[in-house]
């Protein structure tokens, strides 16, 4: 059961598209390698980078817009 609690997962789900980015990334790798999935460096950089890029707009929503 794939699940991720980033906005882009509910919008997708809900509106019948698939998954996430996270979920499609992780599907990518694992199909392409199917002994190991194995980030490199600059791959790993960018999936975090987006992860806390999903959360700081999490948290700028809830609280408005500080900027
Ligand atoms: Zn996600």
Known sequence: ???????DYYFRTLSGQGLCYHLGF???KISS??????FSDS???????????D???MIRNE???LA
Do not use: H, P, Q, W
């Open 1 to 7: 059961m794939d699940y991720c609690s980033c906005n």
């Open 26 to 28: 992780a599907k990518e």
């Open 33 to 38: 390698k199917v002994d190991t999935v194995r």
């Open 43 to 53: 791959e790993y950089y960018d999936f975090v980078r987006s992860v806390i890029n």
């Open 55 to 57: 959360n700081y707009l």
């Open 63 to 65: 609280t408005g817009d």
